[in-house]
């Protein structure tokens, strides 16, 4: 697949508020004032095999910058993300974007339970950061209280990654140490 160079560009998959909000990050600034970018032109990081992916720093911005304005808990999506996606912003096999979520349920958030703050018109939205974040971070908020009742963070890991329907929470999960070893890169999240 041939990427185009429009879409190489942040600026192309992100709004000028969110680009806004990047560049006040004081991490996402110094490291791109340290790799020369300017406004208007920050690149996202390419794999040797050309897919597009985001930096710790980069990651850990969007998921507080996203945490912050919308969400009144913070669950630790960065661990997610590192897991479904390894951070590459189209994500990998059938798993779209950073955080995998599907459209139907990207759809269903956003028209049934009122996650708006983004709109989603098309699978390919949620190959942006910020949306595919949020949508995220709206699928784990509705996941910790699933069925009416508050769930463990262990659910909603194991729920989030293989469904509501396919926990098991009286067997070692394997997944749930690879959330614990991703978590560890990220540290204490900001508020």
């Known amino acids: 697949m041939k990427i185009d160079d429009a879409f190489t560009y942040w600026d192309s998959r992100t709004s000028p508020e969110d680009m806004e909000e ?18 208007g032109q920050v690149r996202f990081f ?15 911005a969007v998921a507080e910058i996203i945490l912050s304005k919308h969400f009144s808990s913070q669950p630790s999506l960065c661990a997610i ?38 709109k989603v018109e098309s699978a390919e939205d949620l190959r942006r950061p910020f949306v595919s974040m949020y949508f995220g971070a709206a699928y784990m908020t509705w996941l910790s209280t699933y069925e009416g009742r508050e769930r463990s963070l262990q659910f ?16 070692p999960c394997p997944e749930w140490l690879k959330y614990e070893e991703a978590l560890s890169y990220y540290g204490e999240m900001k508020r």
Do not use: C
């Open 46 to 60: 390419l794999d040797a095999e050309k897919r597009l992916y985001l930096s710790r720093i980069e990651l850990r």
């Open 81 to 118: 993300v590192e897991i479904i996606s390894a951070r590459f912003i189209d994500g990998i096999g059938p798993r779209i974007g950073l955080t995998g979520i599907d459209y139907a349920t990207a759809e269903w958030l956003h028209n049934e339970l009122g996650y708006k703050a983004y």
């Open 22 to 39: 990047m560049w006040n990050h004081p991490e996402v600034h110094k490291q791109w004032m340290k790799s020369r970018e300017k406004k």
């Open 156 to 171: 909603i890991v194991q729920a989030y990654l293989g469904g509501p329907k396919n926990t098991n929470l009286e067997e």
